[in-house]
């Protein structure tokens, strides 16, 4: 087992050496590399938990025990689970549509779902007041009927949708098409239903996928600022977010409040982490097998 | 199960991939549909599957007409190129999918399953890998594993569409005998898509040559190797000489097959040029009559069952490939750069629209 260890490390070192950088190059490199990462990213982290804990546990914890705080965790809950199942049934059926079948207007589709990443979430948000806001183009119907959309949970919920569309479909769509449609089309001669097909074959080959897509999504729809404060109205323990609740908090000079309730979001985004490198892990080994004959593509027509 | 393909027409955009096929299968025969890629052979195949419709035309299986029928309807077995096993099943569950994917009523028992899987495997010879991964086999384990995964649901007819083409000649070969054997057997009506001759000559009982979405010949291996019909179906099928003109006028015996000419042709822009395999010429060192070709030899490929020549005829630039046996190759005694003279044993005159200067 040793001698197997370490005929790997020399043939590491020795590919290594065949990209001709010497020894130090190579680790001033890594040392640069982990410098700016820790500047950039890790000291600012770290400086979450420590304002926060700076005044001891308690202090950490009163921020846990005010309504509002609770509302704005219940909320995100809220709206990331009307938001990520709604993303998983549209972000699977586009994957499938673009992966498996031809059509006009694939292209155009692709774009679209491409559109959330590329505006700012503000416009996001802004787009719903000026669709169901009171001067917006459906706003005086729906406030004759009473319905409340903007600064109101389906105005949140609506803006964390469209800021989290294309986490799900753009995880999909490359590894289906590098899949292809020849499994599929072997269950359909096999006298498989189209929903059959769908849970035993296409559903397994996706689910790594699939499921790394969903916490993206996840961690996403939680996080997400911009397009929520906009629809939000931030009204107390009503329409706000835990993202909007941090910067409440922050705004009132109650830095230690602010960064605890922040160190609960940080929490979230690094169990996400942790859980996504071993989706990673699991799924690596089933991608890395992948002989070019599984993604070869239904050859054209011969 | 006998099939019918009544007229079918499928175009992709503005590409016609079959133009007008009709063919029949009878039941129980094996079928080679054979032709260069792109012919229009494996659309044939996956229309006949029920995984493409015709445009136009009708596809009958029994006498029944199933054009605007679902696969699941079809019974058919369809072996994919690329084996297309469900990669997260082992063999076993491979091979089960079909059975168990039935409506509960028709639905054999776990027990009734496992027995059939078993049977299954040890026709193909895998029993030992009944519960390994896909990716932990070979690419010949691969195949049978999908040929007894199409079988399990006892298809009407067996659509194989280039079941070995991924796989190495010697792999390929002993599959070939082996789905031939299992074909006797089982007497399924089953449908071989292939671009290769050897393996269509060898494993059908007909073969049907495709070319450009529509049929060129049909005929027993013999038939079509023998008597080719076109000079396309006699290029695709062996190594072949081409020579504008006739070589000779004498009583060498030969077959003379006049081309249809499309319509509208002069019939007196029409040229003749002679086919002849390169095991058909023979070589003589002296001029014995006057309708030999004068050629130098100038490669010998000895190495094979068979001496491979290649001459340069002495008139034109033109390349000849002749194919002896090593004993005549001995009693000859050549080597580069010797002078011979060609004469065909056996040739076929195809007439050609154009003028002979192509």
Same mark, same amino acid.
């Given at each position: 087992m040793s001698t197997e260890i370490a005929a790997k490390v020399r043939n590491e070192e020795w590919k290594a050496s065949l990209t001709g950088e010497s020894t130090w190059v190579r680790w001033t490199l890594i040392a640069l590399a982990l410098g700016y990462l820790t500047l950039f990213l890790f000291i600012p982290l770290a400086a979450v938990f420590a304002e926060a804990l700076k005044n001891g546990l308690e202090s950490y914890f009163?921020?846990?025990?005010d309504p509002d705080t609770l509302a704005a965790i219940r909320l995100t809950f809220i709206a990331a689970s009307l938001a990520v199942p709604l993303n998983l049934v549209f972000g699977v059926a586009a994957a499938w549509a673009i992966a498996k079948f031809e059509f006009v207007g694939k292209q155009l589709l692709i774009t679209i779902i491409d559109i959330p990443l590329a505006v700012s979430p503000v416009i996001s948000g802004l787009i719903y007041v000026l669709l169901f806001?009171?001067?917006?183009?459906?706003g005086p119907w729906l406030i004759e009927h009473d319905i409340r959309i903007i600064f109101a949970l389906p105005g949140i919920v609506l803006a964390t949708i469209f800021v989290t569309v294309p986490f799900i479909a753009r995880e999909l769509i490359p590894l289906m098409q590098s899949q292809g449609r020849e499994e599929e089309e072997a269950a359909f001669t096999l006298g498989a239903s189209g929903w059959q097909t769908f849970i035993r074959v296409t559903l397994p080959n996706i689910k790594w996928s699939l499921l790394y897509g969903v916490i993206l999504c996840n961690a996403r729809a939680m996080g997400e600022f911009g397009a929520v404060s906009v629809v939000?109205?931030?009204?107390?323990?009503?329409?706000?977010?835990l993202p909007l609740h941090v910067e409440i908090l922050y705004n009132e000079y109650n830095a230690v409040g602010a960064f605890a309730v922040a160190s609960l979001l940080t929490l979230l985004a690094i169990v996400t982490l942790i859980v996504k490198t071993v989706i990673e892990r699991k799924s690596a080994p089933s991608r890395s097998t992948h002989d070019p004959a599984w993604n070869a593509q239904p050859g054209s027509p011969s | 199960m006998s099939i019918q393909v009544d007229h079918v027409t499928k175009r992709f955009g503005t590409f016609?991939?079959? &133009?007008?096929v009709s063919l029949h299968v009878q039941t129980g025969e094996l079928i080679a549909l054979l032709g260069?890629?792109?012919?229009?052979k494996t659309t044939l195949l996956r229309i006949l599957a029920g995984l493409e419709r015709p445009d136009e035309g009708k596809i009958l299986l029994h006498g029944n @007409?199933?054009?605007?029928? $679902?696969i699941t309807d079809r019974r058919v077995g369809f072996v994919f190129q690329h084996y297309?096993?469900? +990669?997260?099943?082992t063999v076993t569950e491979n091979v089960s999918f079909g059975l168990r994917v039935l409506p509960h009523a028709q639905r054999p028992s776990p027990d009734r399953i496992q027995k059939k899987v078993d049977d299954l495997l040890a026709l193909v010879q895998l029993q030992a890998m009944a519960?390994?991964?896909? &990716? $932990?086999?070979s690419g010949g384990q691969r195949q049978r594993v999908a040929l007894a995964r199409a079988l399990a649901v006892e298809p009407k007819m067996l659509l194989l569409d280039e079941?070995?083409?991924?796989?190495?000649t010697k792999v390929r070969k002993e599959l070939r005998r082996w789905l031939r054997r299992l074909h006797d057997e089982l007497h399924i009506t089953s449908i071989l898509v292939t671009h290769d001759q050897e393996e269509a000559l060898e494993a059908a009982d007909r073969v049907v040559v495709m070319h450009q979405g529509h049929i060129e010949q049909t005929g027993t291996p013999e038939e079509v190797y @023998?008597?080719?019909?076109?000079p396309f179906v006699y290029r695709f099928l062996g190594d072949v000489n081409v020579f504008h003109? +006739?070589?000779? $006028?004498? @009583?060498?015996?030969r077959e003379e097959t006049a081309r249809e000419l499309?319509?509208?042709?002069?019939?007196?822009?029409e040229h003749e040029v002679t086919f002849v395999r390169p095991h058909d010429l023979e070589l003589s060192?002296? +001029?014995?009559?006057?309708?030999q070709l004068e050629a130098t030899v100038?490669?010998?490929?000895?190495?094979?069952s068979r001496v491979r020549l290649e001459l340069v005829s002495k008139d034109s630039p033109q390349t000849i490939e002749v194919e002896l046996t090593k004993e005549r190759y001995r009693e000859l005694q050549l080597r580069q750069g010797d002078v011979v003279f060609v004469h065909p044993k056996q040739q076929q005159i195809f007439r050609m629209p154009g003028p002979s200067s192509v």
């Open positions: 009163a921020p846990f025990q806001g009171a001067q917006g183009w459906v939000s109205g931030h009204i107390r323990g009503l329409t706000n977010t | 016609t991939v079959l &133009n007008d260069p890629s792109g012919c229009g @007409e199933v054009t605007d029928r $679902q297309a096993l469900f +990669r997260h099943m519960d390994r991964y896909p &990716n $932990q086999l079941p070995f083409g991924a796989l190495d @023998e008597h080719p019909a076109t003109g +006739r070589i000779s $006028q004498d @009583e060498t015996p499309p319509p509208g042709t002069d019939s007196s822009g060192p002296t +001029r014995t009559t006057t309708a100038r490669f010998v490929i000895a190495a094979g």
